[in-house]
């Protein structure tokens, strides 16, 4: 490869790399290279030099994920209903499809002429 000048590649440092795995449970990569000062495709280009930069965010992520996901089932198991529906909703294909129906009073509305400013409901 014939160097052609211009700016030096990016290298992460070893403490940018332990800020990689921490934000990476928060972050998105784009998000990160904003963090980090670069473009995305400057991102990208350090994950294919830096391997273990792609290896530290996936680990990091799936990792807060694991715990994220092991407090929502104990909420389920505790019986709590918007946790259950949400699992339900995005891990089982569970639909509400149900229609539900009330009976809603009739409202009745009287006017007087009399006094046009003033109305009985």
Do not use: H
């Given at each position: 490869?014939?160097?052609?000048?211009?700016?030096?590649?990016?290298?992460?440092?070893?403490?940018?790399?332990?800020?990689?795995?921490?934000?990476a449970?928060?972050?998105?990569?784009?998000?990160l290279?904003?963090?980090?000062?670069?473009?995305?495709?400057?991102?990208?280009?350090?994950?294919?030099?830096?391997?273990?930069?792609?290896?530290?965010?996936?680990?990091?992520?799936?990792?807060?994920?694991?715990?994220?996901?092991?407090?929502?089932?104990?909420?389920?198991?505790?019986?709590?209903?918007?946790?259950i529906?949400?699992?339900?909703?995005?891990?089982?294909?569970?639909?509400?499809?149900?229609?539900?129906?009330?009976?809603?009073?009739?409202?009745?509305?009287?006017?007087?002429?009399?006094?046009?400013?003033?109305?009985?409901?």
């Amino acid at each position: 490869m014939v160097d052609k000048g211009g700016r030096p590649a990016r290298v992460l440092s070893e403490l940018e790399i332990k800020q990689v795995a921490t934000l990476a449970p928060k972050l998105t990569k784009t998000q990160l290279a904003d963090f980090f000062g670069v473009s995305f495709p400057t991102w990208q280009k350090i994950e294919q030099r830096q391997p273990e930069v792609s290896l530290i965010y996936k680990k990091a992520k799936a990792e807060k994920i694991s715990q994220v996901v092991d407090k929502l089932f104990d909420l389920c198991l505790e019986g709590n209903a918007a946790c259950i529906m949400f699992f339900l909703k995005t891990q089982a294909q569970w639909r509400e499809t149900e229609i539900q129906t009330a009976d809603i009073p009739r409202l009745q509305v009287v006017v007087n002429n009399d006094e046009p400013d003033k109305a009985a409901v």
